[in-house]
Structure formats: structure tokens, C-alpha cells
């Protein structure tokens, strides 16, 4: 999968808010906010392509979290609002 174009991460008053730049993506009907571990992932996968497992290991690798089942469930569960949200092509 990778992260659509034209979608950049600001930091807006202290919170992470997905941007839409360009005509083609303009939708004002949904603010896209992350958390910082979703901004982390974004961040190191935006313009590439990318599969949950790359996404697991960088969590594996940046937080000490030893249970890997558990991350890739949520990481399963945000790729799936990324997905629905129109930021990334599956």
C-alpha cells in the first residue's frame, strides 16, 4: 500500500492534523487527526510504499513494547482508517 499524495501532517496548535493540499483532495467534511504514534508511522512511510509488517517493525523498534500481536492488531485497525479515510491507496 502506500500514502496518497497531496496529504502533508501539520502541527496545529499542538495536534497533528492530516492537511489535504491540491483541488483533488480538498474534502472539508473530515479533519483527519493522529495521535503521536500514528504521526510517528506516517511520517516514515508518507510518499512510500509500505505493508503492515514495516509498520510493525517500526513501532517495535522505536517503543519498547514487547508484544508484537498486539501492535499489529492496532496497527491492522489504523491502516483500516487510513484506508477509509482516503489517505492510503490499499
Known sequence: MKAKTGFVLRDICGEKIMVAEGKENIDYTNVISMNETSAFLW???????FTIDDLVKLLLEEYDN???????????????TWIS???VEP
Open 43 to 49: 511520517e516514515n512511510v508518507c510518499g512510500k510504499e
Open 85 to 87: 479515510a482516503g489517505i
Open 66 to 80: 514487547p508484544n508484537a500481536e498486539e501492535v499489529r492488531s492496532h496497527v491492522t485497525k489504523l491502516v483500516e
